[in-house]
């Protein structure tokens, strides 16, 4: 080693003494400063190209791959790709410099050295981003086999759970309706372990900084999840109770219409007015819900209104004329017939309900204003007034219904309901 070192030290004084050898690297160093300057005028031009006529060149592609409101930020992603295109340029600025002072040191016995040790830093540099890729590859062979086993499984899952819902696989306990959100939820385990067997594989998995953000990703997990949670397994107590399907017409608290959607975290109600109402999971789980499709299935949704007539009017010629208005009325069924009840005798009117089956609890709404009409249009018709009344005295007569008038027009003897 001795021996190497004294014999390279004699090689360089006699460099030295030589004209020709310097300037040999006289000559070398110019001729690599002047290829500098060539390739820093290449990038320097290439930049100033890019930076005028990067949003005529990134912009359509942009718009060609806009999704939703992605064009709304196009200027914004042209500015972030510019600054990365700027960072590029000086990467490359100093890479150039670097590789020019290590060229032109080692022309020269003195500053040889020097320039010896810049290219042992590139070097060594080189050879350990190298190592590091060579070291990566089995583990990240591992991840891509474990990736692409969790992708086949859950294009397996997705046919499996497509065919529950088309009716051509029945399973016990898996219903149609249930079958898209219980694929999501066995992708979303599917994932979840494939991420877990592949984390060991990933590089800088054993690094501090890898567990550093490992625990602050959790640690932000853990603190925004207190509430989704709950909305979660609402949404899911909502998913697997069926008491909720994708347009049934229902009434949750004082919110009526047709789900439009179901979600895991909140569901959303078209109203007749055309609104939509999002009403979060964990409230529906906890508010009395009508469904009046469900009761469709059962034979019809009931459509009942109430109206107060005074003692004066024969409750039979009251109960006939309901019954009518309920006959002129489309969109109310005939069979079963609708029923009259007299739910209170108050202390100064009667109270009656009348119920029909409806046709279509979508238009429940626009029925019960028609019942409504025909109810107003009959009572004038037979000349009955609808008011409540209250007594502040007691009348001159009597309020009282003679028997010979219990059967006023439209009630029929025998047809009391």
């Not at 969109?331 to 029909?356: N, T």
């Not at 007594?391 to 009391?416: I, L, N, Q, R, T």
Request: proline fraction near 5%.
């Amino acid at each position: 080693m001795a021996v190497r070192n004294l014999t390279l030290a004699l090689d360089e004084v006699r460099q030295v003494s030589q004209p020709e050898y310097i300037l040999r690297a006289i000559g070398l160093t110019v001729a690599a400063t002047v290829f500098l300057i060539l390739v820093l005028s290449v990038i320097r031009r290439g930049h100033r190209w890019l930076d005028t006529h990067l949003a005529e060149v990134v912009g359509p592609r942009l718009k060609a791959l806009a999704i939703g409101g992605f064009t709304q930020h196009i200027d914004g992603i042209i500015l972030f790709v510019k600054g990365i295109v700027h960072i590029t340029v000086l990467a490359l600025a100093f890479f150039s410099l670097y590789l020019w002072l290590t060229f032109s040191f080692k022309q020269f016995p003195y500053s040889r050295p020097w320039g010896e040790q810049l290219h042992s830093y590139l070097s060594a540099g080189f050879k350990a981003i190298a190592l590091s890729i060579l070291n990566f590859i089995p583990g990240l062979i591992i991840v891509a086999v474990i990736f692409l086993i969790t992708r086949f499984l859950v294009r397996i899952t997705r046919l499996f759970f497509d065919a529950v819902e088309s009716g051509r696989v029945t399973v016990p306990g898996l219903y149609a309706e249930t079958a898209q959100p219980t694929r999501r939820i066995v992708t979303v385990i599917l994932w979840l372990f494939a991420v877990i067997m592949m984390y060991p594989y990933l590089p800088g998995s054993e690094s501090d900084a890898f567990k550093g953000v490992s625990v602050f990703v959790g640690l932000l997990l853990s603190i925004g999840s207190a509430g989704t949670v709950n909305q979660a397994v609402s949404g899911l107590m909502l998913m697997y109770s069926r008491a909720l399907r994708v347009g049934d017409y229902v009434q949750i608290g004082e919110t009526e219409g047709t789900v439009a959607t179901l979600g895991m975290f909140s569901t959303r109600i078209r109203t007749p007015k055309g609104e939509i109402v999002s009403l979060p999971n964990a409230v529906i789980v906890g508010t009395t819900t009508k469904n009046y499709s469900r009761e469709e299935e059962t034979g019809g949704v009931i459509l009942t209104t109430t109206v107060t007539i005074g003692y004066n009017a024969p409750w039979r010629q009251v109960h006939a004329m309901l019954i009518e208005a309920t006959g002129r009325t489309p969109g109310l069924l005939k069979d079963p017939p609708p029923r009259v009840r007299q739910r209170a005798l108050s202390d100064f009117y009667v109270e009656y309900m009348v119920g029909a089956r409806i046709e279509k609890p979508h238009n429940r709404i626009t029925v019960l204003d028609e019942l409504h009409r025909n109810i107003q249009d009959v009572f004038n018709e037979y000349g009955v007034q609808i008011m409540s009344p209250h007594y502040e005295a007691d009348p001159a007569e009597k309020v009282w219904v003679p028997k010979e008038k219990w059967f006023e027009s439209p009630a029929k003897k025998g047809e009391e309901s």
